[in-house]
Antibody, heavy 121, light 108 residues
Framework: EVQLVESGGGLVQPGRSLRLSCAASGFTFDDYAMHWVRQAPGKGLEWVAGISWNSGSIGYVDSVKGRFTISRDNAKNFLYLQMNSLRPEDTALYYC??????????????WGQGTTVIVSS | SSELTQDPAVSVALGQTVRITCQGDSLRNYYAGWYQRKPGQAPILVIYTSNNRPSGIPDRFSGSNSGNTASLTITGAQAEDEADYYCNSRDSSGNHVVFGGGTKLTVL
């Protein structure tokens, strides 16, 4: 059974940093691209970042480019999101999602339960 | 444009058929994925690559594409289908993913 478990969320002041982690199990992690998707309170889903199976292709939504970094450790079956210079508008429930293929695509066939990030002073 | 547009809300009578649409220029080149999200739960993929259903998704869910519009059809809607539905696609550049704003489906 595919399992994705996010951690690392919390309350953080504007301008500070946070690192999210996603522990993957139940599948061959390095055979699939992975993504972070968020949902702000009262808003819809927003793709944040994606990384191909071998980290050769990475993409970010414009609003986080230069502030967030997605990475993966295929040896440990972990996906990460390093979030720097956090803003109140980054407040959201952050999901880790598994793609259906190795390169970046838009078929998110498995999702974690999410971890909440609140950016507030 | 990298935007996907969905109607904010749609309703359907129990057992009837409903179509939820998603419009965007990127859909001329890329297939839409469709996701169901119920309150307090993670999203679930219901349709991908035009009209493919993941294992466990009822066959009353189907998808189609035409030009810049992708559609999710539920034939014989059930009470448990009441949820928010989101489409997504790769954007026009192909390197990013974009979601539609979501459609709240009410089953009457």
């Amino acid at each position: 059974e595919v399992q994705l478990v996010e951690s690392g969320g919390g309350l953080v002041q504007p301008g500070r940093s946070l690192r999210l982690s996603c522990a993957a199990s139940g599948f061959t992690f390095d055979d699939y691209a992975m993504h972070w998707v968020r949902q702000a309170p009262g808003k819809g889903l927003e793709w944040v970042a994606g990384i191909s199976w071998n980290s050769g292709s990475i993409g970010y939504v414009d609003s986080v480019k230069g502030r967030f970094t997605i990475s993966r450790d295929n040896a440990k079956n972990f996906l990460y999101l390093q979030m720097n210079s956090l803003r109140p508008e980054d407040t959201a429930l952050y999901y880790c999602a598994k793609d259906r293929v190795r390169p970046l695509d838009n078929v998110f066939e498995a999702w974690g339960q999410g971890t909440t990030v609140i950016v507030s002073s | 444009s990298s935007e996907l547009t969905q109607d904010p809300a749609v309703s359907v009578a129990l057992g009837q058929t409903v179509r939820i649409t998603c419009q965007g220029d990127s859909l001329r080149n890329y297939y839409a994925g469709w996701y169901q999200r119920k309150p307090g739960q993670a999203p679930i993929l219901v349709i991908y690559t035009s009209n493919n259903r993941p294992s466990g998704i009822p066959d009353r869910f189907s998808g189609s594409n035409s030009g810049n519009t992708a559609s999710l059809t539920i034939t014989g809607a059930q009470a448990e289908d009441e949820a928010d539905y989101y489409c997504n696609s790769r954007d026009s550049s192909g390197n990013h993913v974009v979601f539609g704003g979501g459609t709240k489906l009410t089953v009457l």
